[in-house]
């Protein structure tokens, strides 16, 4: 919501300023661009923390390895 109310107010201060309708429309374009970029980057960090989660799973079961032999050793 925020982002539009941006990209109405750019539009006004654009009218006022004289610059032909061209223009504006190149600009809202780049924004939305620009939302479009973040979007994937926030799609990156998820894969990411993901793929962190499952290194965290491996560890804990190498060391659930580690100790069976030790235990059944100790019988």
């Known amino acids: 919501m925020q982002q539009r109310q941006q990209q109405q107010q750019r539009q006004q201060l654009l009218q006022q300023q004289g610059l032909p309708a061209g223009q504006q429309q190149q600009q809202q374009q ?3 661009q620009q939302q ?3 979007q994937q980057q ?3 960090q998820q894969q990411q923390l993901q793929q962190q989660q499952q290194q965290q799973l491996q560890q804990q079961q190498q060391h659930v390895q580690c100790y069976l032999p030790a235990a ?3 019988k």
């Open 36 to 38: 479009r970029q973040q």
């Open 42 to 44: 926030q799609q990156q």
């Open 72 to 74: 059944y050793n100790g």
């Open 30 to 32: 780049q924004q939305q």
